[in-house]
């Protein structure tokens, strides 16, 4: 049998196969376009939300700082109580420190960076005015109005930033 490729039906059949092809050409394209977009989100995703969860872990180990403070007060009447708070204070101060800088690090992001490095800066001197009223409890002979007084508010702008 002969094919004839100058007749009418060959040459129909010859261009639906071309449309098929560029067509099926097209569809694998757009698929691996998918995909692609698929795995840079997915990415994006976790290191949003990585970050985030750094962020909300240093939040925490303040809030610990902070109890820790407040620790130092109440219980700082006795000497190995106070010493055994402010180092747990001390422990606090610098996780929080480590994992705001993790977060820095991990974010992609410039406004969220910046915003970290403020939180970092606010952190560093809620820490000095922590030790300004840590040495005024002291000195005071331990009263907890003196060192509260001093340290009042100093927590209220780490986190403030953010």
Do not use: C
């Not at 394209?29 to 989100?41: F, N």
């Not at 925490?60 to 007060?73: G, I, T």
């Not at 006795?78 to 180092?87: D, I, L, P, S, T």
Request: charged share 30%; no cysteine; aromatic share 6%.
């Amino acid at each position: 049998m002969r094919v004839n490729f100058s007749s009418l039906q060959v040459k129909v059949l010859v261009i639906v196969a071309v449309a098929m092809g560029a067509a099926a050409a097209v569809s694998v394209g757009a698929l691996t376009q998918v995909y692609a977009s698929i795995r840079d989100l997915d990415r994006i995703s976790r290191d949003d939300f990585t970050a985030q969860q750094t962020i909300l872990l240093s939040m925490s180990d303040f809030k610990e700082q902070v109890q820790a403070w407040k620790n130092v007060l109440i219980r700082g009447k006795v000497a190995a109580e106070m010493q055994k708070q402010w180092a747990s204070f001390e422990k606090a101060e610098r996780e929080t420190v480590d994992r705001l800088k993790e977060a820095r690090s991990g974010t992609p992001h410039d406004k969220v960076r910046a915003k970290i490095e403020e939180s970092i800066a606010a952190h560093k001197a809620a820490g000095e005015v922590y030790r300004k009223a840590f040495e005024t409890y002291k000195s005071s002979n331990m009263d907890v109005t003196a060192g509260d007084e001093v340290a009042r508010g100093a927590d209220r702008k780490v986190f403030a930033i953010m």
